[in-house]
T-cell receptor, first 109, second 115 residues
Framework: GIQVEQSPPDLILQEGANSTLRCNFSDSVNNLQWFHQNPWGQLINLFYIPSGTKQNGRLSATTVATERYSLLYISSSQTTDSGVYFCAVENNYGQNFVFGPGTRLSVLP | KAGVTQTPRYLIKTRGQQVTLSCSPISGHRSVSWYQQTPGQGLQFLFEYFSETQRNKGNFPGRFSGRQFSNSRSEMNVSTLELGDSALYLC??????????????FGAGTRLSVL
C-alpha cells in the first residue's frame, strides 16, 4: 500500500516564527488532506489539496503531485498553532485513507 | 450545518467486554469511515461504509465490526475487548460520491480505556 512520511517529527518555535512541514508519499494520489489535531484529539481540516497551492490566512499548502510531496507553511506562528499536524492521502485506486506519523509542533510564547 | 457527532466521548470497559460506538455524519454525507489512534501505531483505518455497505476494510481482526443505517449513521462494535484496544476512535464522514466526494470531516472521537 501507499506509504506516507512526514518531517520533521518534532518542531519547536518561538511565537512569530515561520515553519514548513513536509509530507512525502509513495504513489499517485487523488486525495490529500492536511489536519491539525488539537489537544482534545479532534482532527481539524486545514486543506484538501491533491495538487496545486491553497492559502487560508496564515496557513498555505502546496502539493507537487508529480514529485509526490506536499508542504504546509505556517507563518507568524501563534501558541494556538501547537499540536500535531497530519498529512493523509488516498491513492488513485480508491484504497483507504492513509495517515502519516504526524509533526508535533510546539509554539512557545 | 452540524458536524460529525460521536458518542460517547469517553468509555471505560474491562477486558472481555464488548463496546458499541456511534457516529452521526454530516447531513447529506453517505460515507462513514472509522479510525483507531494509538501512541504506538498512529492513526489506522478500520473500515468505511457507504449506503449501508462496507466498501473498504483495514487490517484489523474480526472482533472489530461495523454497520451503517439507512440514515447514514454508523456504529462500530468491538467484542472481547483486549487491553491493546485502548485508543481514541475517530469517525469521519464524506459525501462518498460526486465532486469532492473524498474530503473527510472528523468527529471529536471516543476515548476508550480497557482495564
Amino acid at each position: 500500500g501507499i506509504q506516507v512520511e512526514q518531517s520533521p517529527p518534532d518542531l519547536i518555535l518561538q511565537e512569530g516564527a515561520n515553519s514548513t512541514l513536509r509530507c512525502n508519499f509513495s504513489d499517485s494520489v487523488n486525495n490529500l488532506q492536511w489536519f491539525h489535531q488539537n489537544p482534545w484529539g479532534q482532527l481539524i481540516n486545514l486543506f484538501y489539496i491533491p495538487s496545486g497551492t491553497k492559502q487560508n490566512g496564515r496557513l498555505s499548502a502546496t502539493t507537487v503531485a508529480t514529485e509526490r510531496y506536499s508542504l504546509l507553511y505556517i507563518s507568524s506562528s501563534q501558541t494556538t498553532d501547537s499540536g500535531v499536524y497530519f498529512c493523509a492521502v488516498e491513492n488513485n485506486y480508491g484504497q483507504n485513507f492513509v495517515f502519516g506519523p504526524g509533526t508535533r509542533l510546539s509554539v512557545l510564547p | 450545518k452540524a458536524g460529525v457527532t460521536q458518542t460517547p466521548r469517553y468509555l471505560i470497559k474491562t477486558r472481555g467486554q464488548q463496546v458499541t460506538l456511534s457516529c452521526s455524519p454530516i447531513s447529506g454525507h453517505r460515507s462513514v469511515s472509522w479510525y483507531q489512534q494509538t501512541p504506538g501505531q498512529g492513526l489506522q483505518f478500520l473500515f468505511e461504509y457507504f449506503s449501508e455497505t462496507q466498501r473498504n476494510k483495514g487490517n484489523f481482526p474480526g472482533r472489530f465490526s461495523g454497520r451503517q443505517f439507512s440514515n447514514s449513521r454508523s456504529e462500530m462494535n468491538v467484542s472481547t475487548l483486549e487491553l491493546g484496544d485502548s485508543a481514541l476512535y475517530l469517525c469521519a464522514s464524506s459525501l462518498g460520491q460526486g465532486v469532492d466526494k473524498n474530503i473527510q470531516y472528523f468527529g471529536a472521537g471516543t476515548r476508550l480505556s480497557v482495564l
